[in-house]
């Protein structure tokens, strides 16, 4: 059950940092679209491991 509860808050932790970088990626620079953003996030969102 500890490693269960363990295996979430590893991905909690690893989505914030997915939802940070994406907005900071929104904020800064400037020849970003939409389409970009989603795509990064996509790509990111795949390589998180889901327990």
Known sequence: MERNAKGKSLNSADFSEI??????????????????????????LKQLVVC
Do not use: R, S
């Open 19 to 44: 939802v940070k970088k994406a907005y900071d990626k929104g904020v800064n620079e400037t020849e970003m679209t939409l389409e970009k953003l989603l795509e990064d996030i996509k790509a990111d």
